[in-house]
């Protein structure tokens, strides 16, 4: 056998051992290698059914693979046929080249036990050690991988503790090329996966450059429905909320490159679908029918995220505040310190510097159709809130700084109320201007809420808002708000929530062009104007103002316990407050008495009028002008004021005519004792009010009043109210009072009221005690006519006394009401010695007469007769002659005395003998009194101003003698 032919036989013998080798000894020798060692190796069976080698196209592939459990119990991992073709160039490239991978029907198997651990934790543990690596510079290894299939995979998780299977099933791969030669390291590898994962379908596609320095990546994710409470189980929940469903859906592209300049870029739609959020007990508080999220280019790395478009639609949230004012859902969100390490919270700003912002721009924002309900069980009576239809269109949102947004919303309150806003809104720095439009909004829903802190029902009213507000965060220590527009409450309907009866109503109360300014507050409202103004004021049977009643006391608002009591802070800047104009236009209030019987009520309607420039500036005053009737009397009310300024400032005048006092018989029945037959009230008040200092006049005039039929009560004053009325009450019927006021309003014991009733109280003491004083008070010229002088021992007029009785018969002439009692006195002493002295001189003028033999029998005779001094020296001793004749001789003691005296000692001696025994009796002084009463009394019906019978004369008054009070000579007058 020749050379070649004996290379060509050991050439075929070669060929034959590699060809029996390959296709036969190397499948059934590995089989038997990997069946012994692979379970030495993983402590587990393993089982194959067939290897085939194919040495000459460098193929290989395992039949019925099959991993078991460590306890035998069921696959942990599995496969139906695994297909590996080995290009032949990887012989002469140096580098691993692989034609093509082919994976059939995996099926992987693992659990998580009760103990925490995995089903092939022990797998894990078996490969750990505790000495480290040498680290060791080495060539890369070169491979390339074509045509990398999965198809028809399966893994199932079985969570044990949970009870929760979790499985993928229909997984498949599809990688076309992976390499790393430097000739492919710019092809994309374009892999494909998909599975259906629980059900869900997902599948990720892309391309990428894994090798390249460019890193270059796209990769395309779509999942169909992930449910998201299936995995949640794995998530710590502190808190006591729980998903009870959501689907997510996911279609995007997520792009890298990491060359020249690194970006992670994502694009496409995210959508949120049926999301429900209930409390462990079941009760829902959110629930979202769909949130849908698309995706524009945005830069991950660079913190920069832009989405264009982010819907809502339809959420519904349900909130409840509890008894202890907690809110629902929020109360069952874990505290932050619950869950946070210790020292969570506090940055060291040194080691950690704040990390850049992320940029968050959303083009479009919409919210469709949401809904909230608020249940409000904090209250004494359980308030809902309904909140539907709430829109939301929001563009251009964006936490860069000074970015701003186009805004608009609009919802409906409580099915009624309308409520909307466009504007602008600004994040960073925040910013805020919308437009306001609040219609329709029915404040009978709130009624819960007034009832907290009075009690007001509501039974109607809208109230209404269009404006535009302004909030600007800026740099300053305080923000820029401000607010302008008008606000209006329309047909407004109140009752008392004690008693159920009417309190106050309006058709419309309308403030116009209102701006207001934070910081120093500044309010301003050119008008506000009220409309058909009902108000209805009552006393209560118990004596309680309605008004007084309706604010609930502290206890009421809260009966728990005391509120915290609020540190002072520091004081706020003056505010500047102005009201050009307050209009009230056909105003009425209905004032009812039922604590007094019978009931009293008065209307007071008509009521229109302004005030016109109010303003909390100093100095600056707002002019009053009202009007009205008070059943059917009219009342106008004018002047100046200023309730807005640190020093208060009033100066204001009221007339009111006519108004009819028979009405006012209850109370004059329960005070006075009488009805009011009638009369007419009349009344001009001035007030003055500059800071605390108060000043005013009173001009009250009583017109034909009279007392009618007499009323038992026991809170009757005992004064004479008839008495004083008769006094006060001129001849036209007419009653005028001025009754000034002054006090110091800061004084805590001043109280108009109580001031003005005291000098009406006064008026009855003195008509009771002192009645001509009252009358003195009424006189012009302030005359004191209570009593009439007259001389000693007569009974004539003197002009001092003339002139107090022409101002007596005035004052009774213009008061016929009032009846005079006339009681003439004497007195003992200097009446008695008058009268001596009068009979004396009778006497000496009877001797005259004598001598002259004129003597008649006329007993006034001697009254015409003069006497000089000359003639009374020579009468007197002829008169004491013929009187002594009369006298007893024991009694004649003055003899003597004459006989050693001379001429004028004499007379003088004689002349006090005769007046001291004329006799004067007390009956002469009565008369004497009752003539200087007759003089009186005849003097003022002779003025023909005082009618006889209204003129008493009675019993006079006899003063002793050696009284040390001026003499008695005098008529008394007392008004009855």
Do not use: C
């Not at 059934?28 to 290698?33: D, F, L, P, S």
């Not at 829903?445 to 009075?454: A, C, G, N």
């Not at 800061?746 to 009406?760: H, M, S």
């Amino acid at each position: 056998m020749g050379r070649i032919q004996k290379v060509f036989f050991w050439l075929a013998v070669v060929v034959l051992f590699y060809t029996l080798f390959g296709f036969f000894a190397a499948p059934a020798i590995v089989k038997a290698v990997l069946v012994k060692k692979l379970p030495e190796a993983l402590h587990r069976e393993v089982a194959i059914e067939k290897i085939r080698i194919n040495p000459y196209v460098l193929s290989a592939s395992v039949e019925g693979f099959r991993l078991d459990e460590k306890d035998g119990q069921g696959e942990f991992v599995a496969f139906e046929r695994l297909d590996v073709n080995l290009a032949g160039a990887s012989l002469f490239k140096r580098a691993l080249m692989i034609q093509s991978v082919s994976l059939r029907e995996p099926a992987i198997n693992f659990s998580r036990l009760d103990d925490q651990t995995f089903s092939f934790s022990d797998l894990l543990a078996d490969q750990t050690t505790d000495e480290p690596q040498p680290e060791t510079e080495s060539k890369p290894f070169l491979f390339s991988i074509n045509n990398i299939e999965i198809d028809g995979g399966a893994i199932r998780y079985q969570d044990i503790p949970r009870r929760v299977d979790h499985v993928v099933a229909d997984l498949t791969l599809a990688i076309p090329s992976i390499s790393n030669l430097p000739s492919d390291i710019e092809v994309f590898v374009e892999p494909a996966f998909s599975a259906v994962i629980d059900g869900t379908p997902f599948s990720i596609d892309g391309e990428t450059k894994p090798f390249a320095d460019s890193l270059a990546t796209e990769i395309d994710l779509h999942i169909n429905g992930i449910n998201i409470p299936h995995y949640l189980a794995y998530i710590p929940n502190p808190t006591g909320l729980t998903i009870a469903s959501a689907w997510l859906d996911v279609d995007t592209q997520l792009n890298y490159i990491a060359q020249p300049t690194t970006r992670l870029a994502l694009t496409g739609t995210v959508t949120l679908r049926e999301l429900e959020v209930v409390d462990d007990e079941g009760n829902s508080y959110l629930r979202l029918p769909q949130l849908r999220v698309l995706l524009a280019d945005s830069d991950l790395l660079a913190k920069e995220v832009r989405l264009s478009e982010l819907v809502i639609d339809a959420p519904q949230v349900d909130l409840v505040r509890l008894q202890d004012e907690q809110i629902l859902p929020f109360a069952l969100l874990a505290s932050p310190e619950a869950g946070s390490p210790p020292g969570a919270g506090e940055v060291d700003t040194d080691e950690h510097p704040a990390a850049e912002p992320l940029k968050l721009t959303i083009e479009r924002l919409r919210l469709n159709d949401g809904e909230l309900i608020f249940k409000d069980q904090a209250l004494e009576t359980p308030a809902t809130v309904a909140i539907s239809q709430l829109a939301v269109a929001v563009d251009a949102l964006s936490t860069v700084p000074d970015s701003v947004a186009e805004v608009s919303w609009s919802l409906t309150l409580n099915r009624a109320g309308q409520l909307s806003g466009k504007g602008t809104f600004v994040l960073d720095p925040l910013q805020v201007k919308n437009e306001l439009d609040i219609k329709n909004l029915e404040l009978a829903d709130f009624q819960p809420y007034i009832s907290e802190y009075s009690h007001v029902l509501v039974d109607r009213g809208a109230y209404s808002l269009q404006g535009e507000l302004s909030f600007d965060a800026g740099e300053a220590e305080f923000p820029d708000l401000l607010f302008a527009g008008q606000t209006a409450i329309q047909g407004l309907r109140t009752r008392d929530s004690q008693s159920g009866d009417a309190l106050i109503q309006w058709s419309e109360l309308l403030v116009n062009r209102i701006r207001v300014a934070y910081h120093p507050l500044e309010l301003s409202v050119a008008e506000i104007s009220l409309h058909d103004l009902d108000a209805q004021v009552l006393i209560r049977e118990g004596g309680t103002l309605n008004l007084a009643t309706l604010a609930r006391t502290a206890a009421e608002q809260d009966a728990s316990g005391e509120r915290p009591a609020e540190e002072p802070g520091e004081a706020a800047p003056p505010a500047n407050i102005s009201l050009e104009k307050f209009s009230l236009h056909n105003g009425k209030v209905v004032f009812q008495d039922r604590s007094i019987q019978p009931a009293y009520a008065a209307d007071f309607d008509r009521l229109s009028g302004s005030v016109t420039g109010l303003s909390s500036q100093p100095g600056s005053r707002a002019s009053v002008e009202f009007d009205g009737r008070l059943d059917q009397a009219p009342v106008t009310l004018s002047g100046a004021t200023n309730l807005l300024s640190d020093e208060l400032f009033v100066d204001l005048e009221v007339d009111f005519k006519n108004f009819n006092l028979s009405p006012l018989s209850p109370y004059s029945g329960k005070y006075i004792g009488n009805r009011i037959d009638r009369g007419m009230l009349h009344l001009d008040l001035h007030y003055q009010i500059r800071g605390t200092q108060l000043e005013s006049t009173n001009r009250v005039l009583l017109d034909q009043f009279t007392l009618g039929e007499r009323v038992e009560s026991p809170d009757a004053t005992s004064l004479p109210v008839g008495l004083a009325i008769a006094l006060l009450k001129n001849r036209r019927g007419e009653i005028t009072l001025d009754i000034p006021v002054r006090g110091e309003l800061d004084d805590p014991e001043f109280r108009l009221g109580g001031v003005i009733v005291q000098v009406l109280v006064n008026l009855l003491t003195r008509a009771a005690t002192s009645p001509f004083s009252l009358l003195a008070a009424l006189i012009p010229e302030g005359k004191d006519i209570q009593f009439i002088p007259f001389a000693a021992g007569s009974a004539e007029v003197t002009q001092e006394g003339a002139e107090s009785l022409e101002v007596l018969a005035e004052v009774l002439y213009d008061r016929p009401g009032l009846r005079l009692d006339i009681a003439g006195r004497a007195d003992a002493e200097h009446d008695r010695r008058a009268i001596a002295e009068q009979s004396l001189m009778r006497l000496v003028k009877l001797e005259k007469l004598r001598k002259a033999r004129a003597l008649r029998e006329d007993e006034d005779q001697y009254k015409d007769v003069e006497l000089s001094e000359e003639e009374y020296s020579e009468y007197l001793p002829a008169a004491y002659a013929r009187f002594i004749e009369a006298v007893p001789k024991e009694e004649q003691t003055v003899a003597a005395e004459l006989e050693a005296a001379d001429a004028d000692q004499e007379l003088s001696l004689m002349e006090d003998f005769l007046l001291k025994h004329i006799k004067v009796e007390d009956q002469d002084l009565r008369l004497l009194a009752l003539e200087r009463a007759n003089t009186v009394r005849g003097s003022l019906v002779a003025s023909e101003k005082v009618e006889p019978e209204r003129l008493f004369i009675i019993e006079p008054r006899l003063a002793a003698a050696g009284r040390d009070d001026e003499k008695q000579t005098l008529v008394e007058l007392q008004i009855r």
